[in-house]
């Protein structure tokens, strides 16, 4: 015997208001069949009690009852609804993550769609008439989504479908028609294609600011790196400094206390014997006192005339007005002591120079010098390490980097963050300049030569070396260089010169503020009648010198 469910058709099971397997069908006066709490919400929003299905009017509200057949049918379509699912190997139950399929009783399967229009979330069984029923299948069916009714709009009760650009909302069809009929509106679509392009440009761009910004950790994390080995490189050159100091101090100490004991044991054996002398010359004038007493007393006139010349003798003592034992006699030691320890810590720091050459020159670059910003009477070398002043002026073509009125040269490549250092034999000559300067330096009127016009630089003019810190800084050098160390700092805005081969420090710019990338910047200025004819090189660095 068939079941049910299989001689009637599905949609006999449907109340047409709710879409839904009838719950307590009930039957109206014309026959049709409708859930009883639906049919009755429906005639109490209207002002006329009809049927939904055929319109036929009651003129009082018809007293509804349970009917039994249709309930007890739509109960056993509903098990057999509910049966089919969980054969069904496609479908199951939905999780804490999942929309749920609003009809299904008991267990909620997952919701497969979602249907503006019913606003109800159904799984693949419970979805089937929309699938089916014509009336149906022009409902909007969506991925499930929770919370439907944000989806439409709260004054009319339409599903959202437009996009109003001036306001920047959603709206319905009844929005459009009311309050933004004059507004540029489009569908929901269009809209959601351009801000969705515009989402995949914006995601790009926080992409970029990612990388951008992992690109400064790393930057940070390798300028921390760096900071640390120079850290441990001044530590190590400090103690090592300090040491020589600690020990030659020590040593020095050693010997002072050595010497001042060894002198105050000569002092000491000195007035030994000293006292000693005094001690027997004591006794020996005791001794004529005693006698001298005596022979006061005796009435023995032969006696005293006999004893008296040879107890008025003087006696062979030593004349002691002029003798002393020397008290200060470690006043000229402690001196001379002192005299040595401050010779060694000059020597000593003579070598901190050296030392933070050696370290500076652990950030040399390979610069190559620019052709293209040569002035046309500066001739760079092919491998563009060397360049000479020539009297004639070349034929160049001309363009916005190079020099017109300056004898001088950049280098290819500038820097704009972190430490640099390069050096440059200026044998040979009796003028040159020497230094960094940024990009957008003026390169076609008159320079002059100071940081405020971006230009940071030493010079040697007539014999005199001169920092132009505008004004310029007279240098006292006690050697003349014959390879000068350019050395910068771009974060802590430090521009500094050294003499390589004396290692030591010719001058400083510092508390600079760059914002620019930075060049090397040299000049062989003029020949002089071939005084100073010899090139400027920048040299390989050669870290063991």
Same mark, same amino acid.
């Given at each position: 015997?068939?079941?049910?469910? *299989?001689?009637?058709?599905?949609?006999?099971?449907?109340?047409?208001?709710?879409?839904?397997?009838? =719950?307590?069908?009930?039957?109206?006066?014309?026959?049709?069949?409708?859930?009883?709490?639906?049919?009755?919400?429906?005639?109490?929003?209207?002002?006329?009690?009809?049927?939904?299905?055929?319109?036929?009017?009651?003129?009082?509200?018809?007293?509804?009852?349970?009917?039994?057949?249709?309930?007890?049918?739509?109960?056993?379509?509903?098990?057999?609804? $509910?049966?089919?699912?969980? &054969?069904?190997?496609?479908?199951?139950?939905?999780?804490? $993550?999942?929309?749920?399929?609003? #009809?299904?009783?008991?267990?909620?399967?997952?919701?497969?769609?979602?249907?503006?229009?019913?606003?109800?979330?159904?799984?693949?069984?419970?979805?089937?008439?929309?699938?089916?029923?014509?009336?149906?299948?022009?409902?909007?069916?969506?991925?499930?989504?929770?919370?439907?009714?944000?989806?439409?709009?709260?004054?009319?009760?339409?599903?959202?479908?437009?996009?109003?650009?001036?306001?920047?909302?959603?709206?319905?069809?009844?929005?459009?028609?009311?309050?933004?009929?004059?507004?540029?509106?489009?569908?929901?679509?269009?809209?959601?294609?351009? +801000?969705?392009?515009?989402?995949?440009?914006?995601?790009?761009?926080? $992409?970029?600011? #990612?990388?951008? +910004? @992992?690109?400064?950790?790393?930057?940070?994390?390798?300028?921390?790196?760096? *900071?640390?080995?120079?850290?441990?490189?001044?530590?190590?050159?400090?103690?090592?400094?300090?040491?020589?100091?600690?020990?030659?101090?020590?040593?020095?100490?050693?010997?002072?206390?050595? /010497?001042?004991?060894?002198?105050?044991?000569?002092?000491?054996? $000195?007035?030994?014997?000293?006292?000693?002398?005094?001690?027997?010359?004591?006794?020996?004038?005791? &001794?004529?006192?005693?006698?001298?007493?005596? @022979? *006061?007393?005796?009435?023995?006139?032969?006696?005293?005339?006999?004893?008296?010349?040879?107890?008025?003798?003087?006696?062979?003592?030593?004349?002691?007005?002029?003798?002393?034992?020397?008290?200060?006699?470690?006043?000229?030691?402690?001196?001379?002591?002192?005299?040595?320890?401050?010779? =060694?810590?000059?020597?000593?720091?003579?070598?901190?120079?050296?030392?933070?050459?050696?370290?500076?020159?652990?950030?040399?670059?390979? /610069?190559? @010098?620019?052709?293209?910003?040569?002035?046309?009477? /500066?001739?760079?070398?092919?491998?563009?390490?060397?360049?000479?002043?020539?009297?004639?002026?070349?034929?160049?073509?001309?363009?916005?980097?190079?020099?017109?009125?300056?004898?001088?040269?950049?280098?290819?490549?500038?820097?704009?963050?972190? #430490?640099?250092?390069?050096?440059?034999?200026?044998?040979?000559?009796?003028?040159?300049?020497?230094?960094?300067?940024?990009?957008?330096?003026?390169?076609?009127? /008159?320079?002059?030569?100071?940081?405020?016009?971006?230009?940071?630089?030493?010079?040697?003019?007539?014999?005199?070396?001169?920092?132009?810190?505008?004004?310029?800084?007279?240098?006292?050098?006690?050697?003349?260089?014959?390879?000068?160390?350019?050395?910068?700092?771009?974060?802590?805005?430090?521009?500094?010169?050294?003499?390589?081969?004396?290692?030591?420090?010719?001058?400083?710019?510092?508390?600079?503020?760059?914002?620019?990338?930075?060049?090397?910047? @040299?000049?062989?200025?003029?020949?002089?009648?071939?005084?100073?004819?010899?090139?400027?090189? #920048?040299?390989?660095?050669?870290?063991?010198?």
């Amino acid at each position: 015997m068939a079941t049910s469910s *299989s001689l009637l058709s599905e949609e006999q099971f449907l109340c047409s208001i709710c879409l839904d397997v009838f =719950t307590e069908p009930v039957t109206t006066p014309c026959g049709h069949n409708f859930c009883k709490a639906c049919i009755r919400q429906y005639w109490d929003s209207n002002d006329l009690c009809q049927c939904p299905m055929c319109k036929e009017k009651f003129y009082r509200m018809p007293e509804l009852r349970i009917n039994t057949f249709i309930s007890e049918m739509a109960a056993e379509f509903r098990k057999s609804v $509910q049966a089919k699912a969980t &054969r069904s190997p496609d479908q199951h139950q939905a999780k804490a $993550q999942e929309v749920p399929c609003d #009809i299904c009783i008991g267990t909620k399967l997952k919701a497969l769609k979602s249907c503006l229009v019913c606003q109800t979330s159904y799984c693949e069984t419970h979805l089937e008439p929309h699938q089916r029923v014509p009336a149906l299948k022009r409902h909007e069916l969506i991925d499930p989504v929770e919370n439907l009714e944000d989806r439409m709009c709260k004054k009319h009760g339409r599903p959202l479908e437009l996009f109003c650009r001036r306001d920047q909302t959603c709206l319905c069809v009844f929005c459009l028609k009311t309050d933004h009929m004059t507004h540029d509106t489009v569908p929901l679509e269009e809209e959601y294609g351009e +801000r969705k392009a515009q989402l995949g440009k914006t995601k790009a761009e926080v $992409q970029q600011m #990612i990388q951008e +910004r @992992l690109q400064k950790v790393q930057e940070i994390k390798h300028s921390v790196d760096l *900071s640390k080995r120079e850290a441990e490189r001044e530590i190590s050159d400090s103690v090592q400094v300090f040491t020589a100091l600690v020990r030659s101090i020590e040593r020095s100490q050693a010997e002072l206390i050595e /010497v001042i004991e060894e002198k105050q044991k000569a002092t000491e054996t $000195q007035a030994e014997g000293l006292i000693k002398e005094l001690e027997q010359e004591i006794t020996e004038l005791k &001794r004529r006192s005693t006698e001298l007493e005596q @022979l *006061s007393h005796t009435e023995d006139h032969l006696h005293l005339l006999q004893s008296f010349p040879s107890l008025c003798t003087p006696l062979p003592i030593n004349d002691w007005s002029e003798i002393s034992v020397n008290s200060h006699l470690c006043v000229g030691t402690v001196m001379r002591a002192v005299s040595q320890l401050e010779e =060694t810590l000059n020597k000593q720091m003579e070598k901190l120079p050296e030392v933070k050459l050696k370290r500076i020159q652990q950030y040399a670059v390979d /610069v190559t @010098l620019d052709p293209d910003t040569a002035h046309p009477s /500066v001739i760079v070398s092919e491998d563009g390490k060397q360049l000479r002043y020539e009297d004639t002026i070349n034929n160049l073509p001309g363009n916005t980097k190079r020099f017109a009125r300056s004898a001088c040269v950049l280098g290819k490549e500038g820097f704009s963050l972190g #430490i640099f250092y390069y050096e440059v034999m200026v044998k040979g000559k009796t003028k040159w300049t020497l230094g960094v300067a940024r990009e957008s330096v003026n390169r076609k009127g /008159v320079i002059t030569l100071t940081p405020k016009n971006g230009y940071w630089t030493v010079w040697l003019r007539n014999g005199e070396y001169k920092a132009l810190a505008g004004p310029a800084v007279p240098l006292s050098l006690r050697e003349k260089p014959q390879k000068v160390g350019v050395f910068v700092d771009y974060e802590e805005g430090q521009v500094s010169f050294y003499n390589v081969e004396a290692r030591s420090h010719i001058y400083s710019f510092t508390g600079c503020t760059f914002t620019e990338k930075l060049y090397p910047y @040299l000049s062989p200025c003029l020949n002089d009648d071939g005084k100073n004819s010899a090139p400027l090189i #920048i040299t390989p660095v050669n870290h063991t010198e």
